[in-house]
């Protein structure tokens, strides 16, 4: 589940070093994730967040392959690869938001790699076995504000998701409170400063074919469809709480 031997020797080789300079080891991300600059460029690494379900645990919507390769394959090279393109920088950040919102002044594989790792960190939380229905609350009416109802949303989310061409992302997104729906190319995403819409992304879908070929093949509207029974709103909600 978790990043490789080598990778991890790489994290704890930096831990070590950031360790001598006062900065115990585990909170390494945490730092990163509290917005505090301590760490000096190229000593920061990123790691793949835990799945927070089973790889079969989104059946039949997502099957178990698809998950094993998606998570364990696709989103640990992003990190490694990520981690890779953050030595070669000296751009100082806080946190790994802040890369991705001034993603402008960061080179292309900080840009694609970094996108990677944020957008499936996302989406595998906006995911559960068991989900789906619609939300409530503030998130529910503010679809409603911006839609003028959760179906009307979730027709044009579903469209923007099947007829991104492709590779790519659909998202619905809080501009200030607003909601709207976009899509972004490759591993781009609203919250980057290259952003055509940009905003908060609260809820994304991957339409990257890696996302479900082995099931789907050339199927994508069933894959978006099948997708909407594991939205966890709670989630989203709390992108919102959040924004
Ligand atoms: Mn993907």
Same mark, same amino acid.
């Given at each position: 589940?978790?990043?490789?031997?080598?990778?991890? %020797?790489?994290?704890? #080789?930096?831990?070590?070093?950031?360790?001598?300079?006062?900065?115990? *080891?585990? +909170?390494?991300?945490?730092?990163?994730?509290?917005?505090?600059?301590?760490?000096?460029?190229?000593?920061?690494?990123?790691?793949?967040?835990?799945?927070?379900?089973?790889?079969?645990?989104?059946?039949?919507?997502?099957?178990?392959?698809?998950?094993?390769?998606?998570?364990?394959?696709?989103?640990? *090279?992003?990190?490694?690869?990520?981690?890779? *393109?953050?030595? #070669?920088?000296?751009?100082?950040? +806080? +946190?790994?938001?802040?890369?991705?919102?001034?993603? +402008?002044?960061?080179?292309?594989?900080?840009?694609?790699?970094?996108?990677?790792?944020?957008?499936?960190?996302?989406?595998?939380?906006?995911?559960?076995?068991?989900?789906?229905?619609?939300?409530?609350?503030?998130?529910?009416? $503010?679809?409603?504000?911006?839609?003028?109802?959760?179906?009307?949303?979730?027709?044009?989310?579903?469209? $923007?998701?099947?007829?991104?061409?492709?590779?790519?992302? $659909?998202?619905l997104l809080s501009a200030n409170g607003r909601l709207e729906i976009a899509s972004t190319p490759n591993q781009d995403n609203p919250l980057m400063d290259t952003a055509e819409t940009r905003g908060i992304p609260l809820l994304g879908i991957d339409v990257w074919e890696h996302a479900y070929y082995l099931k789907y093949q050339n199927r994508r509207a069933e894959y978006?469809? $099948?997708?909407?029974?594991?939205?966890?709103?709670? *989630?989203?909600?709390?992108?919102? %709480?959040? %924004?």
């Amino acid at each position: 589940m978790h990043a490789d031997p080598s990778s991890r %020797r790489g994290f704890l #080789k930096k831990s070590a070093l950031l360790a001598a300079a006062g900065v115990a *080891a585990s +909170s390494i991300n945490k730092l990163a994730g509290a917005g505090l600059n301590l760490a000096p460029p190229g000593t920061v690494s990123f790691e793949l967040p835990p799945l927070p379900y089973a790889f079969d645990a989104l059946e039949p919507a997502i099957d178990k392959m698809t998950m094993e390769i998606h998570y364990g394959k696709h989103h640990a *090279a992003y990190v490694a690869n990520l981690n890779k *393109a953050m030595e #070669k920088t000296t751009e100082p950040f +806080s +946190s790994p938001e802040e890369i991705i919102r001034n993603i +402008s002044k960061y080179p292309v594989p900080v840009r694609n790699n970094g996108g990677g790792h944020y957008n499936h960190s996302l989406f595998w939380k906006i995911m559960k076995p068991g989900g789906g229905g619609q939300p409530s609350g503030p998130l529910s009416e $503010a679809i409603n504000t911006a839609f003028g109802s959760f179906d009307n949303f979730r027709t044009k989310f579903t469209e $923007a998701a099947v007829k991104h061409f492709g590779s790519g992302w $659909a998202w619905l997104l809080s501009a200030n409170g607003r909601l709207e729906i976009a899509s972004t190319p490759n591993q781009d995403n609203p919250l980057m400063d290259t952003a055509e819409t940009r905003g908060i992304p609260l809820l994304g879908i991957d339409v990257w074919e890696h996302a479900y070929y082995l099931k789907y093949q050339n199927r994508r509207a069933e894959y978006v469809n $099948a997708w909407w029974s594991l939205v966890n709103w709670d *989630a989203v909600s709390d992108n919102l %709480r959040k %924004r």
